[in-house]
């Protein structure tokens, strides 16, 4: 059978993008505040699984939601099962935003909007190819579930659920990174180190808040300060602002002086690209006399973790040949004079370190900061043999379809739900060459990517599945 692949994605264009705009259109924030019984992880998550396995039924396929946390669309019978992993909840917003983030909007072919990128574009773009071997009486041998998950943006808690309950795919990937394709994801642990409340009179540290999630560079930095020093702070912070790429501002308010640092947000497994406001505010803060508990949390991050996302102050730095380097990102950053200190740290490390001697290493600065330090999260590095027709077969179709030459598989950094297969890897939508923009402000994705993505995991499905 030859089907025209990319001449299927644009006869779909219509119906893709008005489906696409309702997703968008759900805040899918996971919100832990507003959780209820039906709702585990508040409202628009599972509002937004909802509306994406309403698709899959108005489109005649078998769709079962498994709590409000995890829902698959599913095609075909069989013993094996092929599937793909995607998801419905997004990042916050942030701040930065020229769109509302909720709005899905089209600038010269470009889709703006929380989750077009990340993973509701993507996603979508998976089930309509899904729905080309359907629509072409294509019937495959296995199974294919296309799985939708509701937290993969926090803790998994909705996909982790699915492996609990429903059997183990034999193999399949997640339409949530990048092409061609990868088969290597670092390790990931995240930390968190906690510090006391005491104070000093000359500066006092009342509140410091930066960060909202501990797999994003933080934009954004808050701190209000006490001192009879106004004047020397004041003039010391404009002199900041004059030799460092950030912007901000200062004033005083009826509880002491307030500032605000504005640097930029980016993804967790490349902070490199990111300019991480909290750690400048902490180096800004460190040089004044501040003491007790709000001085080590202060120097912790100044010392210790500011400018350096390969870690090699505290001495894990490491780079494997195959998987690469070892990166560091500081996520969060908090600290209130009545209840004291919290940086949270997530590291995305290379096979030949492990995250107890990362632990190790935090421990040991923490110590002299009479800091304390506990693991709070963790997933080993996972890696898929280059051979394996998983890789083989998709990284042809990409070529086949794409034109590009000597296409490799890679490894990255980011944590992709493919790493729950022992088969599975990461494949797309982000091509080569676009503009990523995933966890940032104006997250964005050309409608033609979109559609190119579409007929590459028709074909995709169909080669793995039904010939
Ligand atoms: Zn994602």
């Known amino acids: 059978m030859t089907i025209d692949w990319q001449k299927q994605a644009e006869k779909y264009r219509d119906q893709y993008l008005s489906d696409l705009k309702e997703l968008i259109s759900i805040p899918s924030v996971r919100d832990d505040e507003h959780k209820t019984d039906d709702y585990p992880l508040g409202e628009g998550p ?29 095609y075909g019978s069989g013993e094996q099962t092929f599937a793909m992993q995607s998801h419905a909840d997004v990042m916050p917003a942030g701040d930065g935003w020229e769109t509302n983030p909720f709005e899905m909007t089209e600038k010269n072919g470009n889709l703006y909007g929380r989750g077009t990128s990340d993973d509701k574009g993507p996603g979508l773009a998976a089930y309509y190819g899904l729905r080309m071997l359907k629509d072409n009486g294509i019937l495959p041998k296995m199974k294919i579930r296309l799985i939708i998950g509701t937290d993969e943006e926090s803790d998994w808690t909705g996909m982790k659920h699915y492996f609990e309950v429903e059997p183990q795919p034999t193999l399949g990937f997640s339409p949530d ?31 410091f808040d930066s960060g909202l999630r501990t797999n994003m560079v933080p934009g954004n930095a808050t701190a209000l300060i006490e001192t009879d020093n106004n004047e020397k702070f004041v003039d010391a912070f404009t002199d900041f602002l004059d030799k460092q790429p950030l912007s901000g501002d200062i004033k005083a308010t009826g509880d002491g002086i307030a500032v605000h640092l504005i640097g930029k947000q980016a993804h967790a497994m490349a902070p490199e690209n990111g300019i991480n406001a909290g750690t400048y505010l902490a180096a800004f803060l460190n040089q004044f006399n501040f003491e007790g508990a709000a001085k080590q949390f202060l120097s912790f991050i100044a010392e210790y973790l500011h400018d350096d996302t ?30 004291g200190g919290l940086v949270n740290t997530n590291f995305r490390y290379p096979k030949g370190i492990n995250d107890t001697q990362i632990l190790q290493a935090l421990l040991k600065v923490a110590d002299k900061l009479g800091g304390e330090v506990k693991e709070i999260s963790h997933m080993v590095p996972h890696y898929v043999d280059p051979d394996d027709p998983i890789v083989k077969t998709l990284l042809a179709v990409y070529a086949q379809q794409t034109g590009a030459k000597d296409v490799k598989p890679e490894v990255v950094g980011g944590g992709t739900y493919a790493r729950m297969m022992p088969r599975g890897v990461a494949f797309g939508a982000l091509f080569p060459g676009t503009q990523d923009t995933m966890h940032q402000a104006n997250e964005f994705q050309p409608i033609n990517d979109l559609l190119k993505a579409m007929a590459i995991y028709g074909q995709s499905i169909y080669e793995l599945t039904a010939k």
């Open 46 to 74: 599972a509002k937004a699984l909802q509306k994406f396995l309403s698709f899959g039924e108005r489109d005649g396929f078998t769709v079962k939601n498994l709590d409000n946390l995890v829902g698959y669309i599913e």
């Open 310 to 339: 390969r870690a090699h102050k505290i001495g894990v730095n490491h780079v494997d040949d195959v998987m690469g380097e070892l990166t560091m990102n500081v996520g969060i950053m908090k600290f209130d004079f009545r209840t």
């Open 177 to 207: 990174a990048e092409f061609p394709l990868i088969n290597g994801e670092k390790g990931n642990a995240a930390y968190e180190t906690t510090f006391g409340k005491t104070n000093g009179a000359e500066y006092t540290l009342k509140e």
